[in-house]
């Protein structure tokens, strides 16, 4: 094929990249460097727009918030999806079954999630039927207004979150668990490595590749996918205010849309420059082992 059919058929894909991708983020750029309420722009303000919203204690609470809700979510995520799929690897019988149900709420809508947990969670006067379990448990001293408090909403939302995504992470660690050569196994075996052993010496070693790509996707999930859980659950209060509620508030409640666009390039930096680390320092852990 010469170059020029291929640059032909490279054609449609590339239009589609420059109009859906490219030009947004250009534009979206521009507008971070203007005043703009959502109908007129206004006057260039450059990187002072930027110096504004690094200076302003509400957004830095925001990304603090934020970077909170994502470490707690990276680790929840990966140590909960990997102890199921330990779980339903075993060849034992519903392990199967077992594995659709607890995949299930990948796949529910976000609302129905926030009615359920504000329903278990939440109601009026403690009312939540978490709050009544605990009751019934004899733990009534727990009892607690877990989403409408600053001390535990944002731990809340946050584990709402692992609830909803950690069977996809369960499915990541399935998968590599079963391309780990079973020959490992009856070899460590012989030599007596008992299951905790074996775990050790043999399941995290062969999930290496896995556990990079699962935190990876977890860390991305966290920062980025953030505003639906927080929204249908808190709206952002409470001291559940991450970046991308406080973005969205700020251009759609207040119109600073470009003040807005230049905390969306600010939280892509902040993004960045986590996940380049991330890949680094996974890269060095790999060539010292």
């Known amino acids: 094929m010469t170059p020029g059919k291929a640059w032909l058929l490279l054609t449609p894909g590339l239009v589609l990249l420059g109009v859906f991708l490219i030009a947004p983020i250009g534009g979206g750029l521009w507008l971070s460097l203007h005043e703009f309420d959502g109908l007129v722009i206004g006057k260039w303000v450059g990187l002072a727009q930027y110096r504004a919203v690094l200076i302003d204690p509400d957004f830095q609470q925001a990304l603090w918030h934020t970077i909170v809700f994502a470490a707690i979510v990276v680790v929840g995520k990966n140590t909960v999806g990997l102890g199921l799929a330990l779980l339903v690897s075993a060849p034992v019988w519903g392990a199967r079954f077992a594995r659709n149900i607890l995949f299930l709420p990948v796949t529910m809508n976000i609302i129905v999630i926030g009615a359920f947990w504000t329903f278990f969670l939440e109601a009026e006067r403690f009312g939540g039927l978490f ?28 584990l709402v979150e692992v609830w909803r995504w950690c069977g996809l992470h369960m499915l990541l660690f399935l998968a590599g668990i079963q391309s780990i050569d079973p020959q490992l196994y009856d070899a460590a075996r012989i030599d007596g490595a008992g299951p905790w052993c074996r775990f050790w010496s043999v399941t995290l070693p062969g999930l290496r590749p896995v556990i990079f790509v699962s935190v990876l996707v977890a860390l991305l999930g966290a920062f980025v996918r953030s505003f639906d859980v927080v929204w249908v659950l808190t709206r952002g209060g409470f001291d559940t205010d991450v970046v991308v509620t406080h973005l969205y508030n700020e251009a759609f409640k207040f119109s600073e849309f470009g003040r807005a666009a230049a905390m969306g390039y600010i939280l892509f930096a902040v993004i960045a420059l986590i996940s380049f680390s991330y890949v680094w320092a996974s890269r060095g852990a790999r060539a010292v082992a």
């Open 131 to 158: 709050n009544h379990l605990l009751q019934l448990l004899g733990l009534g001293f727990l009892v607690h207004s877990w989403l409408t408090s600053a001390r535990t909403a944002l731990l809340s939302v946050a």
